[in-house]
């Protein structure tokens, strides 16, 4: 699986963008996905993820009730809605694939395949 992410920019705080992770491969439709964000001297951390089928989505208490991941397997195709954009949401965003969806979803060990990142800027 072959993964690019886009969507990233320069956002005010308070505004919305949304990012999404195109996939190549056949097998996009049984790969979990999960979105991760590393700011600037920060460890790499865990934002979203989505089984399979889109049924089951698990978020980081520090963007739960902002930001909404989905996905459209006819487009091999995941998304992150994110609003209520704050300063402290920038960083470069990375979609993930895994084989697996339980209870390591937020483990970026448990992502097997990476997109190269799109950047988010959200100014004061």
């Known amino acids: 699986v072959q993964l690019q992410a886009s969507g990233g920019g320069l956002v005010q705080a308070g505004g919305s963008l949304r990012l999404a992770c195109a996939a190549s491969g056949r097998t996009f439709s049984r790969n979990a996905m999960g979105w991760f964000r590393q700011a600037p001297g920060k460890e790499r951390e865990f934002v979203a993820a989505?089984?399979?089928?889109?049924?089951?989505?698990y978020y980081a208490d520090s963007v739960k009730g902002r930001f909404t991941i989905s996905r459209d397997n006819a487009k091999n195709t995941v998304y992150l809605q994110m609003n209520s954009l704050k300063p402290e949401d920038t960083a470069v965003y990375y979609c993930?694939?895994?084989?697996?969806?339980?209870?390591?979803?937020?483990?970026?060990?448990?992502?097997?395949?990476w997109g190269q990142g799109t950047q988010v800027t959200v100014s004061s």
């Open positions: 993930a694939a895994s084989g697996t969806y339980g209870s390591s979803r937020s483990y970026s060990g448990s992502y097997d395949y």
């Open positions: 989505i089984n399979w089928s889109g049924g089951s989505t």
